[in-house]
């Protein structure tokens, strides 16, 4: 049974690009959620999505934006990246809510 | 913003001995979990415990919560090298959809 999938796992981008993540959730998930974790902080909430709409999101700029597909894969996208946007990105999976998340190995980004 | 606060927020032991990690947290939860993190990498969920539960154990794993403190704790039994990692608590948002995270202890481990 696979876990929870990331791509790519590294990731070197220049301010003013634009980015994309991918995930997809563990076997009978239909919940994913995305972090951000910077380097020695805990992860912060960026969004969720369930039946392929966002359900939630954390206090993140409208830079941020995502996607959920029918197969309950899911994309970050992050526009305009600026040095602060460099960080470990976590996608986590959950079945019919959040209850028990499972996290992907993260999606390390760095803009230069 | 960070609901839960570990303390410490470094602890380094000898293989054998006993870690215990503190959680505190401001708002009222219906659930409190601890992760643990390698190196960076992708979280591992350890226990899961419940505002109406005061105990929880899992193999070497002891949790504890005081809701009246709004506390937790994770203890951890004779420990192994192969528990050096960042240890997190969180919590969930008021609409119960998210986890809020501390900033972690990182445990180290020598043999």
């Known amino acids: 049974d696979a876990g929870v999938t990331q791509s790519p796992t590294h990731l070197i981008k220049t301010r003013g690009q634009q980015v994309t993540l991918r995930c997809s959730p563990k076997s009978g998930h239909d919940t994913v959620s995305w972090y951000q974790q910077a380097l020695g902080q805990g992860p912060q909430f960026i969004f969720q999505?369930?039946?392929?709409?966002?359900?939630q999101r954390g206090n993140f700029p409208d830079r941020f934006s995502g996607h959920q597909f029918p197969n309950y894969s899911s994309e970050l996208n992050v526009n305009a990246l600026l040095l602060g946007d460099s960080a470990l990105y976590l996608c986590?999976?959950?079945?019919?809510?959040?209850?028990?998340?499972?996290f992907g190995p993260g999606t390390r980004l760095l803009v230069l | 913003s960070q609901q839960g606060e570990e303390d410490p927020q470094a602890l380094s032991i000898q293989e054998g001995e006993n870690a215990t990690m503190n959680c505190s947290y401001k708002t009222s939860i219906n659930n409190l979990q601890w992760y643990r993190q390698n190196s960076g990498r992708g979280l591992v969920h350890l226990i899961l415990i419940r505002s109406n539960e005061r105990e929880k154990h899992s193999g070497r794993l002891r949790v504890t919560l005081d809701t009246s403190k709004k506390s937790s704790s994770l203890l951890i039994t004779a420990s192994r090298a192969a528990d050096t990692a960042s240890y997190f608590c969180a919590t969930d948002n008021q609409a119960g959809t998210a986890l809020i995270f501390g900033k972690g202890t990182t445990l180290s481990v020598s043999s």
């Open positions: 986590a999976s959950s079945a019919g809510g959040y209850q028990t998340q499972y």
């Open positions: 999505y369930y039946e392929e709409e966002e359900r």
